[in-house]
């Protein structure tokens, strides 16, 4: 059975840092894309930042560039974002996901076949 499980949230004043962390279980995704969404409350999901199987190549939606950064390690299976200069807009719950197929480096949602449960990533101001 196939688990992403995601930790590191929390609660930060704006302009504070956190790092959430995604770790899978149940098969290796080294050779899969993996990203983090957001969905804040009333809002559709949204990607925020993807990465491709070798980590030499990154995504970043407009509003994080510059301040987040993903990556990822292939021995532990892992993910992580590295979240700097946190503002209230991004208060949200995120979610880690990993793409079933392989080489490749999707932006859509709908192409990421697995997901954790999510983290509460709430910025005070």
């Known amino acids: 059975q196939v688990q992403l499980v995601e930790s590191g949230g929390g609660l930060v004043q704006a302009g504070g840092s956190l790092r959430l962390s995604c770790a899978a279980s149940?098969?290796?995704?080294?050779?899969?894309?993996m990203a983090w969404f957001r969905q804040a409350p009333g809002k559709a999901r949204e990607i925020v930042a993807s990465?491709?199987?070798?980590?030499?190549?990154?995504y970043y939606t407009d509003s994080v560039k510059g301040r987040f950064t993903i990556s990822r390690d292939n021995a532990k299976n892992t993910v992580d974002l590295q979240m700097n200069s946190l503002k209230p807009e991004d208060t949200a719950i995120y979610y880690c996901?990993?793409?079933?197929?392989?080489?490749?480096?999707?932006?859509?949602?709908?192409?990421?076949?697995?997901w954790g449960q999510g983290t509460q990533v709430t910025v005070s101001s």
């Open positions: 996901a990993a793409d079933g197929t392989p080489f490749a480096l999707p932006m859509s949602q709908s192409k990421y076949e697995y």
């Open positions: 990465i491709n199987w070798t980590g030499g190549t990154t």
């Open positions: 149940g098969r290796a995704f080294s050779s899969n894309a």
